[in-house]
């Protein structure tokens, strides 16, 4: 599963820090999202798209081999 995160966060003016803080996690685990080595629950997403006021579909997407 690919996502935007790091690009949503850019445009919110956000560090890793501020968005772990918002939604409850690690700085490690935003970190890990964007490196596309973790793949987070459905309520994680939910909070980070409802956070970014996005469809969960614009910020979390497969790829064809996904």
Known sequence: MKNSIKV???SHDMTQADLAQKVGVS???INAMEKNKYVPSTV????IAT?????VEDIFFLEAND
Do not use: M, N, V
Not at 51 to 55: Q, V
């Open 51 to 55: 956070l970014f006021k996005k469809p």
């Open 8 to 10: 949503q966060r850019a």
């Open 27 to 29: 700085r490690q685990t």
């Open 44 to 47: 994680l997403s939910l909070k």
